[in-house]
């Protein structure tokens, strides 16, 4: 059965403004089913005997065996496949271990420690959306943020890059929120304007101080100079979600009345995550 077969409406309608893409067909292929891997443990044990019978019966002047290459950090990246089913229908994504586990936190530790599934090689996340994780499983190996709409990539709305920063979030994935917030950014200034619907499910789902609720206000603020510049259709969705009003009276009142000043957001990087000592994002040209 194939991905497309088997996929979900999942925990989004389409009037969540969610775009339903139909994900790429992509081969998962099964940890013992890897081509090439049949014969990977007879040429392990041929390595490994060859250099114990040259270490016994041979002087090596090099103080190491020359037949057992030490893998690289690139090497061990796709060294080995993981299993994460993704939705209450455990959409199967393979994914490679190495490549998983430097993204993000979350996988690190469950894949690496002491849980089943660091033996079993298999997560399951029943409560996500197998159309957001498909986001992700790109990303991971494109490093494009790209949805897929009658077979092609095309931009992630507004809504989307929401619920993307939101999973990378919950998944300790700094660089992959940081590049949905750089394009959460691109949308805002080129569509010249803010939206409202996904307000309560961005602070329901964020912690204070988030990046994503500092984007926003600072982007609402920058485009209107107080509650009353709103059109009427904000209010709904504004006043479900009082964090947020709460949050954007500060941000007004800390401008203190000067008018909005650039519908520009020239340091992209204030609402990045980084490593400490990590180098900073160079600032945008300002115009
Ligand atoms: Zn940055």
């Known amino acids: 059965m194939t991905r497309e077969n088997n996929l979900p409406g999942g925990a989004f309608s389409a009037a969540d403004n969610i775009q339903q893409e139909q994900p790429s067909s992509r081969p998962m292929i099964p940890k013992n089913e890897e081509p090439g891997t049949e014969s990977l443990g007879a040429a392990k044990n041929t390595v490994s005997t060859l250099a114990k019978t040259m270490s016994s019966s041979v002087s090596n002047p090099f103080g190491c065996s020359p ?19 993704v939705g209450p229908k455990k959409i199967d994504f393979g994914i490679h ?3 998983l586990c430097q993204a993000s936190k979350f996988f690190q530790a469950a894949l690496n420690g002491s849980f089943a599934e660091a ?6 996340l029943p409560e996500e959306n197998p159309y957001i994780f498909e986001n992700v499983h790109t990303w991971l190996y494109t490093k494009e943020v790209k949805s897929i709409t009658n077979g092609e990539d095309v931009p992630c709305n507004v809504n989307r890059l ?58 609402y603020v920058q485009h209107t100079n107080d509650l009353e510049s709103f059109h009427a259709d904000f209010f709904p969705p504004m006043l479900a979600c009082p964090d947020f009003l709460l949050d954007l009276a ?31 994002c160079p600032k945008k040209e300002t115009f």
């Open 67 to 85: 037949f057992v290459a030490k893998p690289s950090p690139l090497r061990s990246l796709y060294a080995e496949y993981v299993h994460i089913l």
């Open 97 to 99: 271990r190495g490549l």
């Open 119 to 124: 033996l079993t090689g298999i997560v399951e």
């Open 162 to 219: 929401v619920e993307l920063f939101i999973f990378g979030d919950k998944m300790g994935m700094p660089t992959f929120c940081n590049e949905t917030i750089d394009l959460l950014i691109d949308v805002f200034e080129k569509e010249n304007q803010v939206v409202a619907f996904f307000l309560a499910r961005a602070w329901e789902n964020t912690s204070a101080g988030s990046p994503l609720r500092k984007l926003l206000v600072a982007t």
């Open 250 to 280: 500060k941000a007004y009142s800390a401008r203190r009345g000067d008018p909005p000043k650039k519908r520009h957001i020239a340091d992209p990087c204030q609402y990045h995550q980084h490593a400490e000592g990590e180098e900073r």
